[in-house]
C-alpha cells in the first residue's frame, strides 16, 4: 500500500518521517452506475466547452475560479506552486492540549502515521508521551492543496492523525433558532436521567452497523439471483403528545425495563459481602 502523503512530524527539535495512510475501508460501499433504461448501458460524461457547444480534450482543460457570476481567472500549476506554505511537508506540532478539550465538531477524517525506519525510535517515544500526558498534539498539514488542522494522538501500536476544521469554517448555535437554556421540571429530569441509566454502558463500536447498505447489498444479491424482492412494512412510531407519558413508555419498553447494570452490580456486591 503506498502512502498518501509523505514528510515530517516534528515537535521542537525532533522530526520523524513518515507516511500518511487511510485509516477508514471504501471497499464496504455501494457503487452505482447511470445506465441507459432500453439497454442497460453505461452513460458516458463528455466535456463540452459551453461557449462553442464542441467537446473539449483533457490537454485543453484549465483550472478557473469564478470570481464573479460568468467571470474567471485562471489558476495554473505554477500558481499552485507559489501558494504553498513551508509546512506543504511538515507536521509541525504547536500545541499539546487535553483529549477532552477537543469538541467532537472538530474532526473530520482519520489517518494512520506510519513511521520511516529511521524514525522509529523518535515516533515510539512521541507516542508514549502522548499516552502519558493524556494530550493530544495539534499542528497543520496540507493535503491535495489544501492546508487543514489536524490532531494527532496514540491508538494501540500507532498515532493517529485526524484532520480538523478550523473554527472559521463552524456554524454557531445562536445562528439558529435554539430553544433557552431553561432549567426542565424536576419530574420530566428524573425520568428522562432514568431513562439514559437504563441505556447507559461502554462505547463497543463492533455493535453498530450500517443497516441500510447491508438490506440494499441484499437486494441486488437476490436481483441477480432473478429473486423477487419486496419493500418491507415500515412503521412509524406512535404519537405521543405529553412529555411525560412518551419517558414512562419509554422505560416500559423491554431493553429500557430491563434492570439498570447499576443495581445489578451494588446488589452482586452486598451478596458478596453477606458471603464474606
Known sequence: MRPLWKGLVTFGLVSIPVGLYSATRRQAELHFRLLHDKDQAPIDYRRFCTEENVEVDWKDIVKGYEYEK??????????????????????????????????????????????????????????????????????????????????????????????????????????????????????ELALALQLVETLAGPFKPEQYHDTYTEALRAVIEAKIEGKEVTAPKTSRPPKVVNLVDALRKSLATPRAAAEPKTAVRKRGRRREKKAA
Open 70 to 187: 460568468g467571470r474567471f481567472v485562471v489558476v495554473t500549476d505554477e500558481d499552485f506552486k507559489r501558494a504553498r506554505v513551508p509546512g506543504t511537508h511538515t507536521i509541525e506540532i504547536r500545541d499539546f492540549v487535553p483529549a477532552g478539550d477537543i469538541d467532537f465538531a472538530f474532526f473530520e477524517t482519520p489517518y494512520w502515521l506510519v513511521p520511516d525506519l529511521p524514525g522509529r525510535k523518535a515516533y515510539a517515544l512521541l507516542r508514549a508521551a502522548l499516552q502519558e500526558s493524556g494530550r493530544v498534539g495539534i499542528g497543520t498539514i496540507v493535503i491535495r492543496e489544501r492546508e487543514r488542522l489536524a490532531a494527532l494522538q496514540p491508538e494501540g501500536p500507532g498515532l493517529m492523525l485526524t484532520t480538523m476544521r478550523f473554527a472559521a469554517e463552524l456554524r454557531a448555535a445562536d445562528e439558529l433558532d435554539m430553544p433557552d437554556e431553561v432549567p426542565p421540571p424536576k419530574k
